[in-house]
């Protein structure tokens, strides 16, 4: 059985903090991998003029976790799956072996409410919550806590997840992580078409410059 993480996002781009929180997690929740399922597009929102082809952010996903148990899948796009309860089904049908948890960042806790069948998504696996810079508040007073929040776990119970009945929630006390996708394409909204060398020279900022060289590297 292999204890498998899933971080869901359209990583455009991944970055050093992808991978920062994926291996804390990973310490944390006692995981065999985390699987980073890079989305075709989200459904929530309309296409932003800024989003990458999803070709160049699925490669810089699977650069960025390279050396590492971090796997950047194109689950979605092969499943043909746009909303996360769809791809877990789809998931937990195809690895019935499995055992998946959700990783959710506290910034997404707030209108995960307005995810499709987001109730059945929180009994389909267990939902760990990863801190964002200034979340902390809003994500426990988030609308779907009203519900959920009969159903969390201490984080001194982090390792014991799969012995829990969904639905299940548990907030990770880790650091949180201030790299932000929305600062690299503000400094450099066409990222995927420089080499990082030409990026350092354009003034990135050195968390940005960081995570483009590990996709290069």
């Known amino acids: 059985m292999a204890r498998i993480g899933l971080l869901g996002g359209s990583f455009n781009p991944a970055h050093e903090g992808h991978r920062r929180i994926s291996l804390t997690a990973m310490h944390a929740l006692g995981l065999d991998e985390v699987w980073w399922l890079v989305s075709p597009g989200n459904p929530l929102k309309a296409e932003a003029r800024d989003m990458a082809p999803y070709a160049a952010r699925l490669a810089a996903a699977k650069r960025m976790a390279r050396r590492a ?62 801190r964002r810079p200034g979340y902390d508040s809003a994500a426990r007073a988030a609308r779907a806590m009203g519900w959920l929040g009969r159903f969390v776990h201490p984080s001194s119970q982090a390792k014991q997840w799969t012995e829990w009945s969904a639905p299940a929630i548990i907030f990770l006390r880790l650091p949180p992580d201030p790299t932000s996708a929305t600062a690299i394409r503000a400094q450099d909204p066409h990222w995927y078409r420089r080499s990082p060398a030409q990026a350092t020279r354009r003034g990135l900022p050195a968390f940005a410059r960081r995570a483009l060289d590990r996709t290069a590297s």
């Open 69 to 130: 148990r971090i796997h950047a899948s194109d689950f979605e796009e092969r499943a043909g799956t746009r909303f996360s309860i769809d791809t877990v089904r789809r998931l937990k049908r195809c690895y019935p072996r499995h055992r998946f948890l959700w990783l959710l960042g506290s910034d997404n806790l707030p209108n995960f409410h307005s995810w499709r069948d987001w109730r059945g998504l929180a009994r389909e696996l267990p939902i760990a919550v990863i």
